[in-house]
């Protein structure tokens, strides 16, 4: 059995939650918030589990294998270089840190300290993203003439996330935590992006992110790679990842749902029945057990996070 201790019980914190707790082989054994009401009323939900407020006392658990950090970006730095002190496996949210000198430091010391960790990057583990690989490396739409991520939100940040700092320009805005997404898929899937422009709108307010982004890059053959998104719209979200082709288009729209089509087609959903895909703590399990597991690690967020610097420089 292995013994999580989840740092951070926020909106983005609690969504793990189901899955370790459905797991046969793992168990919550620990909670850590500076919100202790909060880290009261989640251990209670788990049968009265440890509780902290401070993580260096979580940390200093001796049941604990892993730890999930799950706090603002700018905290995970130095989270996660105590717990590498501390010996614990490590998942981390997205993005790996708040600065590129951070995340090359998480990644050069977690490497030294062979701990097994991984970033929490939920569309490899999930069913639409899983197909959309799938078609794109049986080579459903022949030659890659353009891929394109457009994302629209009518409000940033969205309702469910209002806090001090996800709609912030230190640790926030809707490049940071949607786009980093799909950069990741991008890099998986296409390979290195190079020659970053990159237009960015932003508020009055100096605190706030950005309202809207329009970003020209290329991939190593020079196909062309476009980034444009807003907020602040009429209508609903939307989220678009598209692969144009020379033999057809395939597109992963609002995270759980392909579409595709041939030329002279139209665009039509495809199926996701019998799509098989990993599942994160499944892979996590494998890994902590030492055998081969399907996990991006810090240097997979650390290669994300080079091309999110890139995108969210003020010019």
Same mark, same amino acid.
């Given at each position: 059995?292995?013994?999580?201790?989840?740092?951070?019980?926020?909106?983005?914190?609690?969504?793990?939650?189901?899955?370790?707790?459905?797991?046969?082989?793992?168990?919550?054994?620990?909670?850590?918030?500076?919100?202790?009401?909060?880290?009261?009323?989640?251990?209670?939900?788990?049968?009265?589990?440890?509780?902290?407020?401070?993580?260096?006392?979580?940390?200093?658990?001796?049941?604990?294998?892993?730890?999930?950090?799950?706090?603002?970006?700018?905290?995970?730095? $130095?989270?996660?270089?105590? $717990?590498?002190?501390?010996?614990?496996?490590?998942?981390?949210?997205?993005?790996?840190?708040?600065?590129?000198?951070?995340?090359?430091?998480?990644?050069?010391?977690?490497?030294?300290?062979?701990?097994?960790? $991984?970033?929490?990057?939920?569309?490899?583990?999930?069913?639409?993203?899983?197909?959309? $690989?799938?078609?794109?490396?049986?080579?459903?739409?022949?030659?890659?003439?353009?891929?394109?991520?457009?994302?629209?939100?009518?409000?940033?940040?969205?309702?469910?996330?209002?806090?001090?700092?996800?709609?912030?320009?230190?640790?926030?805005?809707?490049?940071?935590?949607?786009?980093?997404?799909?950069?990741?898929?991008?890099?998986?899937?296409?390979?290195?992006?190079?020659?970053?422009?990159?237009?960015?709108?932003?508020?009055?307010?100096?605190?706030?992110?950005?309202?809207?982004?329009?970003?020209?890059?290329?991939?190593?053959?020079?196909?062309?790679?476009?980034?444009?998104?807003?907020?602040?719209?009429?209508?609903?979200?939307?989220?678009?990842?598209?692969?144009?082709?020379?033999?057809?288009?395939?597109?992963?729209?609002?995270?759980?749902?392909?579409?595709?089509?041939?030329?002279?087609?139209?665009?039509?959903?495809?199926?996701?029945?019998?799509?098989?895909?990993?599942?994160?703590?499944?892979?996590?399990?494998?890994?902590?057990?030492?055998?081969?597991?399907?996990?991006?690690?810090?240097?997979?967020?650390?290669?994300?996070?080079?091309?999110?610097?890139?995108?969210?420089?003020?010019?």
């Amino acid at each position: 059995m292995i013994h999580i201790g989840i740092i951070g019980l926020g909106a983005i914190g609690q969504r793990l939650i189901k899955q370790f707790t459905e797991h046969d082989e793992v168990v919550i054994t620990a909670v850590c918030d500076r919100n202790e009401s909060l880290a009261k009323k989640t251990s209670e939900q788990l049968g009265n589990v440890e509780v902290y407020t401070d993580y260096k006392q979580l940390l200093a658990n001796t049941q604990v294998d892993l730890v999930y950090v799950a706090v603002p970006p700018k905290f995970h730095h $130095a989270i996660v270089m105590d $717990a590498i002190e501390a010996k614990k496996h490590i998942l981390c949210e997205k993005p790996l840190a708040n600065s590129l000198e951070e995340a090359r430091e998480m990644a050069d010391a977690v490497k030294e300290a062979c701990v097994v960790h $991984a970033m929490n990057f939920p569309l490899n583990y999930g069913q639409a993203a899983s197909k959309f $690989a799938e078609l794109i490396n049986e080579n459903y739409i022949g030659k890659l003439r353009r891929l394109q991520l457009s994302m629209h939100f009518p409000a940033w940040p969205r309702a469910w996330q209002k806090n001090d700092w996800v709609g912030g320009r230190e640790q926030g805005g809707f490049v940071l935590e949607v786009g980093v997404h799909f950069i990741q898929q991008t890099l998986k899937l296409f390979g290195e992006i190079h020659n970053i422009q990159t237009r960015l709108e932003f508020p009055d307010d100096p605190t706030l992110g950005e309202t809207g982004i329009i970003a020209t890059s290329e991939l190593e053959d020079g196909t062309p790679v476009l980034i444009e998104g807003m907020s602040g719209l009429a209508g609903k979200e939307h989220i678009g990842f598209t692969a144009y082709g020379t033999e057809g288009v395939l597109t992963l729209e609002n995270w759980g749902e392909v579409r595709g089509g041939k030329m002279g087609d139209t665009l039509e959903p495809i199926s996701l029945e019998a799509t098989t895909h990993p599942r994160l703590i499944d892979e996590l399990v494998k890994a902590v057990n030492g055998q081969e597991a399907d996990l991006y690690d810090f240097e997979v967020g650390y290669q994300a996070q080079k091309i999110l610097e890139e995108l969210r420089k003020e010019k």
